[in-house]
């Protein structure tokens, strides 16, 4: 990713990062954002073990998910893909 994207590099693994999530799309900014944190702490420490920790414990959920903090049970564009969902595949 270096030798391409140079010192910038960890920009584009978080993004990469989110639209890796294309099957949530209500969440694909905060995988944006929390891949940004992820890449750049492996980058700057030179060391994964940040990153998995990160991931596992799903702190990012609370840090950059607006809606978890403002007590929204779900973001608005998930209703729209989940009654999509509903209407074409339960009948």
């Not at 990062?17 to 944006?32: D, E, K, M, R």
């Not at 799903?58 to 998910?65: D, L």
Request: overall charge positive; glycine content about 8%; hydrophobic content about 45%.
């Amino acid at each position: 990713m270096e030798g391409v994207f140079g010192k910038w590099d960890w920009v584009a693994n978080g993004v990469m990062f989110g639209f890796y999530h294309l099957h949530q799309p209500w969440g694909i900014l905060s995988n944006i954002v929390f891949g940004w944190i992820v890449a750049f702490s492996a980058k700057r420490f030179h060391s994964n073990w940040f990153p998995i920790i990160l991931h596992s414990c799903k702190v990012y959920s609370h840090v950059s998910n607006p809606g978890l903090v403002l007590g929204w049970r779900e973001p608005l564009l998930r209703n729209r893909y989940v009654a999509i969902y509903e209407s074409e595949f339960t009948k």
